[in-house]
């Protein structure tokens, strides 16, 4: 189970279609509320122009979509009272002015982004394979230690989007994000790709996947479905899942059966 979403991010990095992101209003929260009013993230456009489908449902997800859990508290959820949009924290690398990077620092901070997200699988692989807690404590300080880099690099020069670091390593970063322990850095974050999808630097499966990761962390139904519980191997409560097909064609992924077929023959 753990690292199947790696493989869509990492092996199929230039391609963006392969995995999926959706939020909530980036002022209200990943999901904004669950009642029956349309729940849909304002600037995640649909593939081909327009707005992505609305819908929002708490049921529990027989008809959610695939995903996998990715970080240390994949398991529990925070509190849905929790405010949504993440306070400025110079620590965790919110609130600073973004200053542009230039090519040659682009290109260094590229390089980063990908050797520590390979390093991050290899990792995961191996703990895989073999067990124990000593590597399990390896991934721990592993994702601990890129989350810190990835929030320096963040805090100083935004969200590292395709059109400055590469497909390849916006994906890299957008894996390390995943990881990273601290919930109100990766709410921050989420704004930041909402801004950048909405701006056209970030294809919007990247916003998907991370408003959806925050999504389960509030205690929210996803708008994708993208991130399944790793003990009962079923996914997480999706928002309206009679349209959920529809949404998530919209951002690049494919039906959500199909996705399911895929994971069952990987565990």
Same mark, same amino acid.
């Given at each position: 189970?753990?690292?199947?979403?790696?493989?869509?991010?990492?092996?199929? *990095?230039?391609?963006?279609?392969?995995?999926?992101? +959706?939020?909530?209003?980036?002022?209200?929260?990943?999901?904004?509320?669950?009642?029956?009013?349309?729940?849909?993230?304002?600037?995640?456009?649909?593939?081909?122009?327009? +707005?992505?489908?609305?819908? *929002?449902?708490?049921?529990?997800?027989?008809?959610?979509?695939?995903?996998?859990?990715?970080? =240390?508290?994949?398991?529990?959820?925070?509190?849905?009272?929790?405010?949504?949009?993440?306070?400025?924290?110079? *620590?965790?690398?919110?609130?600073?002015?973004?200053?542009?990077?230039?090519? *040659?620092?682009?290109?260094?901070? +590229?390089?980063?982004?990908?050797?520590?997200?390979?390093?991050?699988?290899?990792?995961?692989?191996?703990?895989?394979?073999?067990?124990?807690?000593?590597?399990?404590?390896? &991934?721990?300080?592993?994702?601990?230690?890129?989350? =810190?880099?990835?929030?320096? &690099?963040?805090?100083?020069?935004?969200?590292?989007?395709?059109?400055?670091?590469?497909?390849?390593?916006?994906? +890299?970063?957008?894996? &390390?994000?995943?990881?990273?322990?601290?919930?109100?850095?990766?709410?921050?974050?989420?704004?930041?790709?909402?801004?950048?999808?909405?701006?056209?630097?970030?294809?919007?499966?990247?916003?998907?996947?991370?408003?959806?990761?925050?999504?389960?962390?509030?205690?929210?139904?996803?708008?994708?479905?993208?991130? &399944?519980?790793?003990?009962?191997?079923?996914?997480?409560?999706?928002?309206?899942?009679?349209?959920?097909?529809?949404?998530?064609?919209?951002?690049?992924?494919?039906?959500? =059966?199909?996705?399911?077929?895929?994971?069952?023959?990987?565990?």
């Amino acid at each position: 189970m753990k690292g199947s979403m790696e493989r869509r991010l990492g092996e199929n *990095a230039d391609s963006p279609a392969d995995s999926t992101f +959706a939020s909530g209003n980036p002022s209200d929260g990943p999901c904004g509320d669950s009642s029956d009013a349309p729940a849909r993230h304002p600037l995640v456009p649909r593939q081909g122009g327009g +707005a992505p489908t609305e819908g *929002a449902d708490t049921s529990e997800g027989a008809d959610t979509a695939v995903g996998t859990e990715t970080s =240390e508290s994949a398991g529990t959820s925070v509190s849905a009272a929790q405010p949504a949009a993440a306070p400025v924290d110079a *620590a965790s690398g919110c609130g600073h002015q973004a200053t542009p990077l230039s090519p *040659a620092l682009a290109s260094a901070v +590229a390089d980063e982004l990908v050797r520590r997200a390979e390093e991050d699988r290899d990792l995961t692989r191996e703990a895989g394979a073999a067990p124990t807690p000593q590597r399990r404590g390896r &991934i721990v300080r592993c994702h601990r230690d890129n989350a =810190e880099a990835l929030a320096a &690099i963040v805090g100083r020069h935004g969200w590292p989007a395709d059109d400055v670091v590469g497909a390849q390593a916006s994906t +890299a970063a957008l894996m &390390i994000l995943l990881h990273a322990p601290d919930l109100r850095f990766r709410l921050h974050c989420r704004d930041l790709i909402a801004q950048a999808t909405a701006d056209g630097r970030c294809p919007a499966v990247h916003l998907a996947y991370i408003a959806d990761h925050c999504a389960v962390e509030l205690g929210e139904p996803q708008f994708y479905g993208t991130r &399944i519980n790793p003990v009962t191997l079923r996914p997480y409560p999706v928002r309206r899942p009679q349209n959920l097909d529809e949404r998530r064609r919209d951002v690049g992924l494919g039906p959500l =059966e199909e996705q399911m077929r895929a994971l069952r023959l990987q565990t």
